[in-house]
T-cell receptor
Framework: GAVVSQHPSWVICKSGTSVKIECRSLDFQATTMFWYRQFPKQSLMLMATSNEGSKATYEQGVEKDKFLINHASLTLSTLTVTSAHPEDSSFYIC??????????????FGPGTRLTVL | GENVEQHPSTLSVQEGDSAVIKCTYSDSASNYFPWYKQELGKRPQLIIDIRSNVGEKKDQRIAVTLNKTAKHFSLHITETQPEDSAVYFCAASIRGSYIPTFGRGTSLIVHP
């Protein structure tokens, strides 16, 4: 199946700093990638849809200036948490859809990035 | 938009028993219903999915049923094993959209 990687797997930073998370589709191209946030024992909350070559589409309530998304190529999307604060601490997961054919709507998830802001 | 409700939030069973997790959805335009298994600290992984032109699908110990009229679908796990312990998420995608709406998750605990 399609493989999605994320880097870093975990990061600890000081309040006020910015953190960049990378999401890569390793064996397929993805014009669209998705960024989710997951709090402990809760569901996946869609933050934004990352579109290659154009602006990301943010879900209601998600600050686009806080969570910067760049989808510079067909295999890479980045999420930058700017001026991070402790309340931004969470598990961030990206996903992508393999558009080559039979997998239809199936989402392939990255392994996630655990962000802790001190 | 789509709204997916999932029950129960926690399910505890003995090894060998069956487990059933139920989801309802609100938008009749939804036509794709995947189920994901997420172990602690790991990524969600697709375990089975069903499309709206099918009423039931089975893969070894796992089966999913779909009732389009009632707008609900269920995951059935038979002969549960301790390694089945995880959080299970249902989801629904509206036709033409590739963005699933997830249920809140069910924490399944299988006691040996």
């Amino acid at each position: 199946g399609a493989v999605v990687s994320q880097h870093p797997s975990w990061v600890i930073c000081k309040s006020g700093t910015s953190v960049k998370i990378e999401c890569r589709s390793l064996d397929f191209q993805a014009t669209t990638m998705f960024w989710y946030r997951q709090f402990p024992k809760q569901s996946l909350m869609l933050m934004a849809t990352s579109n290659e070559g154009s602006k990301a589409t943010y879900e209601q309530g998600v600050e686009k200036d806080k969570f910067l998304i760049n989808h510079a190529s067909l295999t890479l999307s980045t999420l930058t948490v700017t001026s991070a604060h402790p309340e931004d601490s969470s598990f961030y997961i990206c996903s992508a859809r393999d558009e080559r054919g039979n997998s239809y709507n199936e989402q392939f998830f990255g392994p996630g990035t655990r962000l802790t802001v001190l | 938009g789509e709204n997916v409700e999932q029950h129960p939030s926690t399910l505890s069973v003995q090894e060998g028993d069956s487990a059933v997790i139920k989801c309802t959805y609100s938008d009749s335009a939804s036509n794709y219903f995947p189920w994901y298994k997420q172990e602690l600290g790991k990524r969600p992984q697709l375990i089975i999915d069903i499309r709206s032109n099918v009423g039931e699908k089975k893969d070894q110990r796992i089966a999913v049923t779909l009732n389009k009229t009632a707008k609900h679908f269920s995951l059935h796990i038979t002969e549960t094993q301790p390694e089945d312990s995880a959080v299970y998420f249902c989801a629904a995608s509206i036709r033409g959209s590739y963005i699933p709406t997830f249920g809140r998750g069910t924490s399944l605990i299988v006691h040996p």
